[in-house]
């Protein structure tokens, strides 16, 4: 149980263009939904947290209207990264949680961004 | 000073050993404490969730909180070279949904 999907597991864009990254909740209802990225050898950063229905908040320093976030339902949340430049090349990872009083967070296996 | 400090390692040992992992943090209000395993190029994957003091043990691993000292630990034993990853500590607050990280400490098991 608790398996977080991302797709696609790794793109490569131009530099100026949009990607889109999907994170989906398998076999559970995800009440909020985290944004991380990762840079080599360094730890997870979160970006943003996201709570369906509503809109996502962002953690400092985090440009919201570069990185759009939607929430749309239980299962599925979006991560769009508009405009790409070669430094917004990462991992990012999204996270899910249950809700309910569960505080444990399920992992996606992260989506390696390459802006050529 | 960050909130959770991890060393990066790498911690080398070899199969069979007992492996000591560990974290310190600063903040007081940090409740609910997690162990997280990833593999290269890979999300982490949740090995062991605890809240507040105590011992917490799932098959060949277990997991320490010291509230008193802000310092936490995985033991695995009988180490695997299947464990061999990134393992990430990672804490929050009561309340607070948002995860603080450390650093994560890669091992490295040995045949």
């Known amino acids: 149980g608790a398996v977080v999907s991302q797709h696609p597991s790794r793109v490569i864009c131009k530099s100026g263009t949009s990607v889109k990254i999907e994170c989906r909740s398998l076999?559970?209802?995800?009440?909020?939904m985290f944004w991380y990225r990762q840079f080599p050898k360094k730890s997870l950063m979160l970006m943003a947290t996201s709570n369906e229905g509503s809109k996502a908040t962002y953690e400092q320093g985090v440009e919201k209207d570069k990185f759009l976030i939607n929430h749309a339902s239980l299962t599925l949340s979006t991560l769009t990264v508009t405009s790409a430049h070669p430094e917004d090349s990462s991992f990012y990872i999204c996270?899910?949680?249950?809700?309910?009083?569960?505080?444990?967070?399920?992992f996606g296996p992260g989506t390696r961004l390459t802006v050529t | 000073q960050k909130e959770v400090e991890q060393d990066p390692g790498p911690l080398s040992v070899p199969e069979g050993a007992i492996v000591s992992l560990n974290c310190t943090y600063s903040?007081?209000?940090?409740?609910?404490f997690m162990w997280y395993r990833q593999y290269s190029r890979k999300g982490p994957e949740l090995l062991m969730y605890t809240y507040s003091s105590g011992n917490k043990e799932d098959g060949r691993f277990t997991a320490q909180v010291d509230k008193s000292s802000k310092y936490i630990s995985l033991f695995i034993r009988d180490s695997q070279p299947s464990d061999s990853a990134t393992y990430l500590c990672?804490?929050?607050?009561?309340?607070?949904?948002?995860?603080?990280f450390g650093k994560g400490t890669s091992l490295l098991v040995t045949p």
């Open positions: 076999d559970f209802q995800a009440t909020t």
């Open positions: 903040n007081s209000a940090f409740q609910y």
């Open positions: 996270s899910a949680r249950e809700g309910g009083g569960y505080y444990e967070q399920y």
């Open positions: 990672a804490m929050s607050a009561a309340g607070g949904y948002a995860l603080n």
